[in-house]
């Protein structure tokens, strides 16, 4: 069975640009949570989907923003990217909510 | 008070040596328990799980949850040079909104 899957793995991005990241959950999984981890503030939610809808938000700012797909693929986008947006990106996805989460290798935003 | 807590670490110990990683929590709305394993550069990987205090056993891995304390520990035995890697516990609150919550992580090195 496959597991979560991130694109794409590695990217550098300029300061003011936007970011679009994917994730493919593992099959039959219909929740996905997207986080952002850094050496400073550890594993940060950002959001969580569920069938379409968006069921809870960390405390991040508006440019942070996400959907899902009726296939469960999500995405999230960063606009007007920041230096303090470098990070990795990890996608997780579960049966459905309040289940255990599964990581996939995450994303790593670079910005410049 | 943080939700979650974890002393980073770091934390080095000789091959075969008892290994134990401990989280403290704040919340007793808390309903379960994780740890995983994160690799350099690679995304979380789930461990171990449990619901309820006590023990659970897999392999040369131990969970322990004591909810009186609001405490809980992971313990590795006889442990390997592949064991060297950041531990995270996560702990699922459901009171109000659901999420999950992780602590900032233990870096442990194993010495051959």
């Known amino acids: 069975k496959a597991g979560v899957t991130q694109t794409p793995r590695y990217l550098i991005k300029t300061r003011g640009q936007q970011v679009t990241l994917s994730c493919s959950p593992i099959s039959g999984h219909r929740s996905v949570s997207w986080y952002q981890q850094t050496p400073g503030q550890g594993l940060q939610f950002l959001f969580e989907y569920f069938s379409e809808t968006q069921r809870n938000k960390g405390n991040f700012p508006g440019r942070f923003s996400g959907r899902q797909f009726s296939n469960s693929r999500s995405e999230m986008n960063v606009s007007t990217l920041e230096l303090g947006d470098s990070a990795l990106y990890l996608c997780?996805?579960?049966?459905?909510?309040?289940?255990?989460?599964?990581f996939g290798e995450g994303s790593w935003l670079t910005v410049v | 008070q943080k939700e979650v807590e974890q002393d980073p670490g770091p934390l080095s110990v000789p091959e075969g040596a008892i290994v134990s990683l401990n989280c403290t929590y704040s919340n007793s709305a808390f309903q379960y328990f994780m740890w995983y394993r994160q690799y350099s550069r690679k995304g979380p990987e789930l461990l171990m799980y449990t619901y309820s205090s006590g023990n659970k056993e897999d392999g040369r891995f131990t969970a322990q949850v004591d909810k009186s304390s609001k405490y809980i520990s992971l313990f590795i035995r006889d442990s390997q040079p592949s064991d060297s890697a950041t531990y995270l516990c996560?702990?699922?609150?459901?009171?109000?909104?659901?999420?999950?919550?992780f602590g900032k992580g233990t870096k442990l090195t194993v010495n051959p």
């Open positions: 996560a702990i699922y609150y459901q009171g109000g909104s659901e999420k999950l919550v």
């Open positions: 997780a996805s579960s049966p459905s909510p309040g289940n255990t989460i599964y």
